[in-house]
Structures are given as C-alpha cells and as structure tokens.
C-alpha cells in the first residue's frame, strides 16, 4: 500500500521565488497541453500523444525566445506536468464510458496564477534527496528547511511540494509500507464494535461510550465572521485585501487541521483497539442538502470514514458498511422489534412488545454491530479481514507513532 506523508516547509525568499518560478513553469505546460488537445479535437485530428507534447511544449519550446524559461526549473516537474494532463484526459473519458466509479468528472480546465493551491512533483529521476541536517535538497531550488513530525519509516519514491491558500509549503512524500511490519505493530484482538455516528455526539459507540463532537467551526465561526467581514470591506486588487484574504485563509486551514487531527487520533484508536468495526453508510451529500448542512460539513464524516477504510486496510482489520436504509433508529436491538420511524428530538424510547428502554444513539450502534454481522465476534470468534479498498494517501502526517516522533 502506498501512503503520503506531509511535512511542513519553511523555505527562504531566494527558495520561495525559485518555487514559485517552478509553480509558474509547470502550470505553463499545463495549460499548453489542454490547448493543444482541445485544438486537436476542434480540428477533428487525432489527440497528440505523450511524446509529442514533451517535445514540441518543452524541449523545442525552450529553444524559443517565449518560452526560454522553462529552462530555468527541473524538467522533471515539466514532465510530471504532462503527466497530469494524460491522467486527467483519462478520468475524464472513463467518466463518460461509466468505468470510472465515483461522480461525473468534466474534462481538464485551464490553471489559473491566482489559485489558491500550487503543486510540483520530483521522481527519483529529478535526484532529490535528504540531507544530513534532514534538509531537503530540491534540484535548483536548493536544500528546504524541513519540520519533521515523525520519521519516514521507508525510503520515499516521490515527493511533492505544496503551497496551500494560506500561503504555507509542505513536502507530501509517497512511501511503500511494509505489511508485515503492519502487522506487528498492530495485533490481533477479539473486540468489534458499532459505530452511530450523528451530531450532538460525533460517534455513539456499541459499547456505551460517547465521544462528543468538537464542532471546530461553529467554535471559530465569531473569528471567521470578523476576518471575513474585513475581507468584503477591502478594494479589490489591493495589497490589503490580498492580506485580509490570507488572514481568512489561514483561520479556515486553522479548522480543517484540528479536526483532520481530531479524525486521525479517534481513527487510530479505533482501528488498534478492535479486529472488526461497523459503520453505517451515510449520505452525507443528501444531508448538506437540508437545514443541517452547515453542521454535517463540521462533522466531516465522510473524512473519518476514509481514514477508517484504508487504516482498517493497512492493519488488517475489517471494516463493514451497513446500508443507509437499516432501520438502526427503529428496530429494538434486545427482541429485534421495529417501532417505526421517530423525530430526532426524541432521544429515548421504549419498545412496545418487550418494554425496554433503548437511548436512540446506543440502540442504533448495537444494531449497526449486528446488521454488520459482528456481534459473534466480540463472543471470541476471530474476526477475519474484509476487501474493504484502500486510499492510496494519508492526509497529514499523523497516524501511528512508532518511537521517538522527532526526526
């Protein structure tokens, strides 16, 4: 399985012109390899391979006086641009013949100087290293002063430079883990559970417990409100609100990355803690939909529930997705009676053909355990691992410490 881990950069004026420079030169190729496709097809020509568009858009380009710059960054990164495009051309019509699973994607657009996130990629072909002050040494950008969080357990095969809205560079290294060091550091376990996940409490748990939902923006939103009110009143184009937008910015990423970490931290729990886990398959994208759309986004489940999947996949855990329609609210988890629907203000209830009195998050875990079919697990039966797909990134560079975490 391959992950990502990110670390944060902190590169210096001479660098950030050199990688800004790298941004501009890679979104040049971009762009030229959209246009020269989108004029293939208006001409009812044959699209230009691969081959073709590193030729003519950069080695014959940099011979020419318009774009004799290219010279001046990796060709790597130029290349890894091409790349892209090809990969976007391909979701694209996969998209359209239905093989590609997921929504409908259109096809590759045109970048933009003013988005807000920039991104280069270096192979092993580009001779990036690490240094020995644990620098990183970029082919002509120079050695980038690192922020380690945690040591790379194996020998990265790329490495991709980020610059996020809120004006801050990290460096995404792909790293090949090793599953039977996995293993070891994650044992088997006899213990399954539940999981009801809602939004006065982020996650009910088949054992009783309750794990409250931080709600990190609704505890920002006085301090979002403030900086984006500053942003409206700014002449557009000004250096000012060029200011108030990263203020805005950086209060937003502030968000994302406590609840990414409070994702990560509750996921690793989770995963080391049981053998099976079971969720219920929520549409989340029906949910933002309604009067609870701003809450539902806070939550993020969806982004838990990735982190669930592909960890459960890396430790050899099962992971089961229920159906959105298992009436979990609406059937007794003691007889297996079904009530009926109830409004969400009623919080406890009790069943008519045996009297008991269920809290409605509970009983609706312990049912989401046993439509999962896990409930003879958690009596000593071994839980085997299930197919469940794994992502192929790890958002952050949180996960499983193992050690000393300081580089």
Known sequence: MQLRYAFRLYPDSGQRRALAKAFGCARVVFNDAVRAREDARAAGEAFPTAGQLSRTLITEAKRTAERCWLGEVSAVVLQQSLRDVEKAYRNFFASLKGTRKGPKVGAPRLKSRKDNRQSIRFTANARWHLTGSGRLNLPKIGEVKVKW??????????????????????????????????????????RSIGIDLGLTHFAVLSTGEKIDSPRFL?????????????????????????????????????????????HHQLSTRLISENQGIAVEDL?????????????????????????????????????????????????????????????????????????????RDHNAAINVKTAAGL??????????????PAQREETGSHGFPTGNRAA
């Open 375 to 388: 409930a003879v697990s958690a009596c000593g039966a071994p839980v085997r691992p299930g197919v469940t």
């Open 283 to 359: 549409s989340v994208a029906g949910l933002a939909r309604t009067k609870l759309a701003k809450s539902v986004h806070d939550a993020g489940w969806a982004s838990f529930i990735g982190m669930l999947k592909y960890k459960a996949a890396r430790y050899g855990r099962t992971l089961v997705s229920i159906g959105q329609f298992t009436p979990t609210s609406q059937t007794c988890s003691t007889c297996g009676a079904v009530d009926g629907p109830k409004p969400l203000n009623v919080r406890e209830w009790t069943c008519a053909a045996c009297g008991a009195v269920h809290d």
């Open 218 to 262: 609704r505890r920002a939103e006085k301090k979002l409100k403030k900086a984006q009110r500053e942003l409206s009143r700014k002449q557009k184009g000004s250096r000012n609100r060029a200011k108030a937008r990263l203020k805005v910015a950086r209060a937003h990423a502030k968000v994302a990355d406590a609840r990414r970490e409070f």
């Open 149 to 190: 969080s945690r040591i790379l357990p194996a020998t990265p095969t790329s490495v991709t430079v980020v610059k996020d809205a809120a004006g801050r560079y990290f460096a995404s290294f792909v790293i090949d883990t090793d599953p039977a060091a996995d293993a070891a550091r994650m044992p088997d376990t006899d």
